[in-house]
């Protein structure tokens, strides 16, 4: 009989490609179809309720109830023309997912299709069900969505989808759009303030957002065949195969045929939800891939990166595929992240990272890059915070991700920039473009994409014109991340804004006021740039002697949340108050706590009742084994001493696993959640996981191969 390993390596083989038509020769033909965008509501509403859509859109401006009747009559028509029966409020809970609750358009006392203006506004979830944090009880369930006119309506599966925030019924943000579109109030705030002192034009500047998305792709067989995959979303068991990525042949290679397949679909239902899907590529190690879009809004670009995330596991379906966005699914290769390439934009079509032609354009380029450095100088753990996860915990510092030290890397050319307008900032200064001259400044036009080198160890990157925020999750919502970034810049553009200005009014001119207190801004920030190797041991030691953190598990990186001046920061900016801080951080300790908790019964339950039975199986085989060979007068030592080693192997696999199923009983009777989170870091992660591991992996080259109860790596991660 073969065993579920065999039945699973036979259906891979037995695979049939699946066709993939797309829907018209040109992209542009089917672009957006399925969005109720701007050009389908210039179509459809009256001149008069679309100029007030617009306004919610680009000024925040409330819709008024006879407002929201007309557009949800038009998005009613349009969405049924289409074939849709139900629709649904499309929200972003703290479980780093997105939720959904369908109801009908039909109304049967009305005996026809109905879709109300209060509907498309607002709805009720039960709010006492998704993770809050403590702020609400169980018996206290009220919640409420809102639209948010600022990202299109859509069409998903013959479903009205209305992107929405999702708050408590005390007012708290239970989700992660709320901070986010606070946050871009507060850096638009900051940063138009600071460029009035170069142009008295610019009247809003958007952050901008092109999010490179790393994932894994192994056949559903095989994912279904590996329970651990199924439950924790990663392997955890298995040794190295003897080829993984050590010949560096997959990266940019040929993209495997079914592979390929399933990326021109997801492609193409993703391009039709307006999501503006740009690359393909094979990524570092075998089985992963990347996609990656052209830069939007960042609240769009947040709300598509979900969205991507969902059509891709829909699309992985048809094509009897797997997607993981696990960031280590696999032990021993390149972990998955998202590159989060972040930037601002005026009104007036600057990119404020850009530099330029104009002395004037290049100081404001140089303000907003120093500004930027000073922010995650001094907000480093909190950036680090933001980005802690269990799966992220495997994958920092290790196979090509940046370390869990929180660093800047400039490139050489901009280094000596900001080294020598640090130096020689006490030269006598004239009026004009020649102060530039004599500060070294000229040499920012030759700042162009390619002139400023890559670095990937490095955990945010300027990269030519944006910063690379590379130490983000594959899995998580990037809008966590992306609001405590928008936050610790507004807040330091606001502090040097306030410091240019005491500068003038000590009667210094505005430029030399500007340049001076650059010049103490990255004296300041200095020690957060590096420029080398961040894996190298090296740099952990002079990171120490900088005074950086190495904040290497998410319990201890969470810390930061209960900082008084964490709470401040946000509420100073209105994007978070102390009860909705407190609660992001406990709801993220449970998460910790949860992950692990699921990765440790699903190894105790594989140690025990699958690979301890079959590792007793092969024993027993050897044990005849030995005793033919006695029977005979051979000599049946070695036999005999691989018994023992099977026999130490599985006894040091039950006794830790039995340890450490008491001390998850101890740690679950502890009632703070930073203790317990750090209780299953040390006792429960680091104590017994890699001892088991090592157990099995020892078993697992001991007992032959096909008896051998899980799917191994080199099956999995080499796909046809």
């Given at each position: 009989?073969a ?13 049939q ?17 399925n ?9 459809s ?14 000024k925040?401006s ?17 969405a ?11 929200f ?21 299709e ?30 409420y969505?809102?639209w ?9 599966e013959?479903?009205?989808c209305?992107?929405?925030?999702f ?6 943000a ?7 579109l606070k ?14 002192l ?10 901008s ?7 894994f792709?192994?056949?559903k067989a095989?994912f ?5 995959l ?7 068991f298995?040794?190295?195969?003897a ?52 830069f939007?809004?960042i ?6 990166n979900q969205?991507l ?10 094509h ?16 998955s992240g ?7 934009i ?5 990119n404020?990272?850009q ?6 354009e290049?100081?404001q380029f140089?303000?907003?890059?120093v500004?930027?450095v000073?922010?995650v100088h001094d907000?480093a753990?909190l ?5 802690a996860?269990?799966?992220n ?13 929180i ?5 050489a050319?901009l280094?000596?920039?900001l080294d020598e ?7 006598k200064?004239e ?8 500060l070294?400044?000229s ?11 890559r ?6 990157a300027?990269?030519g ?27 330091v ?6 410091d240019?200005?005491?500068e003038?009014?000590?009667?210094k ?8 207190v650059?010049?103490?801004?990255i ?6 740039r ?27 990186a969470?810390?930061?949340?209960e900082?008084?001046?964490?709470k ?5 900016h ?12 406990e709801?993220?300790l449970e ?19 699958h ?11 050897l044990?005849?084994n ?7 007068g ?14 130490k ?9 039995t ?6 009983k101890r ?6 959640v ?15 996981f ?9 078993l697992?080259l001991?007992?032959?191969?096909e ?14």
């Amino acid at each position: 009989m073969a065993t579920l390993r065999q039945q699973a390596l036979a259906m891979v083989q037995a695979r049939q490609r699946v066709a993939v038509i797309p829907p018209a020769s040109k992209i542009s033909d089917f672009f957006g179809t399925n969005v109720f965008g701007t050009s389908q509501m210039k179509q459809s509403l009256a001149p008069s309720v679309f100029k007030k859509v617009m306004e919610a859109i680009d000024k925040g401006s409330k819709i008024d109830p006879a407002t929201a009747e007309e557009i949800a009559s038009a998005v009613k028509t349009w969405a049924m023309s289409k074939g849709v029966t139900h629709y649904t409020h499309w929200f972003q809970p703290l479980t780093g997912s997105t939720a959904e609750k369908h109801d009908s358009f039909f109304d049967m006392y009305a005996g026809m299709e109905k879709f109300k203006g209060s509907a498309l506004v607002q709805q009720e979830p039960d709010a006492s069900s998704f993770p809050n944090g403590g702020i609400r009880s169980t018996f206290e369930a009220r919640g409420y969505t809102a639209w948010d006119p600022s990202s299109p309506i859509f069409i998903l599966e013959k479903t009205l989808c209305i992107p929405t925030i999702f708050v408590s019924y005390t007012g708290e943000a239970l989700d992660y759009k709320t901070p986010l579109l606070k946050s871009m109030e507060a850096i638009n705030e900051a940063s138009v303030a600071v460029c009035q002192l170069f142009d008295r034009n610019v009247r809003k500047v958007t952050p901008s957002l092109g999010v490179e998305q790393e994932y894994f792709v192994i056949d559903k067989a095989l994912f279904a065949a590996r329970p651990d995959l199924v439950m924790a979303g990663r392997s955890v068991f298995g040794h190295i195969p003897a080829r993984g990525q050590q010949l560096e042949d997959h990266y940019f290679g040929s993209i495997p045929t079914r592979v390929k397949d399933f990326m021109m679909e997801f492609e193409i239902e993703a391009l039709k939800l307006g999501i503006p899907v740009m690359t393909r590529h094979n990524e570092v190690a075998p089985g992963q891939f990347e996609v990656a879009p052209i830069f939007e809004e960042i609240n769009k670009a947040t709300d598509h990166n979900q969205l991507l995330m969902d059509v891709m596991d829909k699309v992985a379906e048809k094509h009897s595929l797997k997607v993981l966005f696990h960031e280590k699914p696999f032990a021993g290769v390149n972990g998955s992240g998202k590159h989060n390439n972040w930037s601002l934009i005026t009104d007036t079509g600057i990119n404020l990272f850009q530099p330029s032609n104009s002395a004037r354009e290049n100081l404001q380029f140089l303000t907003f890059l120093v500004a930027t450095v000073k922010a995650v100088h001094d907000y480093a753990d909190l950036l680090r915070a933001s980005i802690a996860s269990a799966g992220n915990d495997f994958r920092l510092g290790a196979n090509e991700a940046p370390p869990a030290i929180i660093s800047v890397f400039l490139g050489a050319t901009l280094s000596e920039l900001l080294d020598e307008l640090e130096k020689n900032g006490n030269v006598k200064i004239e009026k004009g473009d020649n102060m530039y001259m004599k500060l070294g400044i000229s040499k920012i036009p030759e700042i162009i994409l390619d002139n400023t080198d890559r670095n990937r160890t490095s955990p945010f990157a300027f990269t030519g014109n944006k910063f690379e925020f590379r130490a983000v999750g594959s899995q998580a919502n990037v809008g966590g991340p992306m609001t405590t970034l928008n936050v610790i810049v507004a807040d330091v553009l606001k502090q040097m804004l306030k410091d240019i200005e005491k500068e003038m009014n000590a009667g210094k001119e505005k430029k030399i006021a500007i340049v001076n207190v650059l010049r103490k801004y990255i004296k300041d920030s200095k020690k957060v740039r590096f420029e080398g190797d961040g894996y190298s041991e090296g740099w952990t030691k002079e990171a120490e002697k900088r005074g950086l953190s190495n904040l290497k598990s998410t319990p201890e990186a969470l810390d930061v949340y209960e900082k008084k001046a964490t709470k401040e920061l946000f509420e100073r900016h209105n994007v978070l108050n102390h009860v909705e801080v407190h609660a992001r951080h406990e709801i993220m300790l449970e998460d910790f706590i949860k992950k692990v908790q699921i990765e440790s019964r699903v190894m105790g339950d594989l140690a025990l009742n699958h690979i301890i039975p079959t590792a007793i199986l092969y024993q027993n085989k050897l044990i005849e084994n030995a005793n033919g060979l006695k029977g005979l007068g051979l000599d049946h030592s070695a036999a005999v001493e691989t018994i023992k080693e099977v026999s130490k192997h599985i006894e040091s696999v039950k006794s830790n696993v039995t340890d450490m199923v008491e001390a998850r009983k101890r740690l679950n009777k502890e009632e703070n959640v930073s203790k317990r989170a750090k209780g299953y870091q040390k006792e429960v992660k680091e104590a017994y996981f890699d001892k088991i591991r090592y157990a099995v992996d020892k078993l697992e080259l001991l007992v032959d191969d096909e008896s051998w109860p899980l799917v191994k790596y080199r099956e999995m991660l080499f796909i046809r």
